[in-house]
């Protein structure tokens, strides 16, 4: 099996000899050492390691000025930062950077391998893991209770989320998945669509006035069926791992910008003829 | 609502907040409401469930948002509410319903909490409840944050 390279920027020898005893048995390989940060940009440019491994003080400099340097050069480079203190304004600004993930000293070797192993795992790879499996139990289930709860058809689109934010005008569901992955889901629609939807719910004639508690609580509660459902077919499908849901919150307005930080998010949109009902499931990335 | 369900959720407030900076933090009133709430601006919901299920809104205005996002970055200016600021309230969102959380299994109630979700307007309602939920107000230094928890 071929190894996977590590490069080690640590300035401190006791760290490195560490490192090398906890990886020595494992599929990674100690490619090179770096002790400050000059030395890890050029041996970064020089070796193409697979993974990094930062620490966060280095003599001439710190570790996220570092690893900043280290992704001008490759934009996808994986680094896992490690630092005495797991600080939230060092993890925010080191995430700023680009970087995937964190550990704080001293290092648990489980904890070492595994987070390693969970950034080496290729990001292709990985969303075409949540597509196949988590994302497609989604639209399965949005279509088919579409039609069963308002004698919908609908034609269906889904692609990946490349903004890191979600606009809405109207109304938007978001309802938490708790387990392995965690993430949300969020059923949004415009309020022209919202209403036309809720008068078939509720069985309402189209002159009818309808309340905007109703239209929302309509929404609010297909949104609750449709995400429970392809929930509970995930977790048919992978017995291992449960995941939970969330109850709903609403909201509701115009120009309402929903902001996705950190996570791999996917847009399905159902066009019928009443309207788009789209749909935005987000997975957390491993941190 | 049960009102032992609310204290976790202030001794999370006041245990976090200390650690990223702020030291003038006061609670203000408890209110139980019962209709949407007006989002102030940036409004953060964090569910969760398990053996309870519900949810968490942490609800201030972008001014506010900004100034706890410079506080946690240890000063630093925030101008606008960027990527960098929305990325401070949502982590910060995180650690306090996680360090809730952490004081509802003491309680003996075991949680698991999502993934937070920013939301960021001028003029939208929230609603987390079908029926009542609770509002905390806390002040932070002269800035106002309203916590809003409904269980099921």
Known sequence: ???????????????????????SRTTFQICDYAKNSMEAVEKYRSLNPDVVTMDMNLPDGDGIECSRKILEINPNAKIVMISAMKDASLMMRGRNVGINSFLQKPINANELIDTLQMVCQSTENSIDVLRESYVKPFIKVLQKNLFSLAGLHSKVDLELDKDDFLDVNGIAVIIGLTGVPMGRAILHMDTQTMNRYS?????????????????SDSVEESANIIVGRSVSMINDICKDKEMRITPPGTICGHRIRIVNPKLTSFNITASTRLGDFKMNIGFAEGE | MDAKFVNPFIDAFMTVMPQIGFQDITRKKVSVKDKSAQSLGVTVLVGFTKQIRGNVAYNMSEETAKYIASTMMMGMPVDEFNDMAQSAISELSNMLTANAATNLATLGYDVDISTPSLSVGHNFVVKISSEQYLAIDMDLSGHRIEINISLQ
Request: no cysteine; aromatic share 0%.
């Open chain 1, 1 to 23: 099996m071929e190894k996977i390279r590590v490069l080690v920027v640590d300035d401190s020898k006791v760290s490195r000899i560490m490192m090398a005893s906890v990886l």
């Open chain 1, 199 to 215: 008068k078939i719910m509720l069985g309402m004639g189209e002159e009818e006035d309808l309340s905007e508690e109703e239209a």
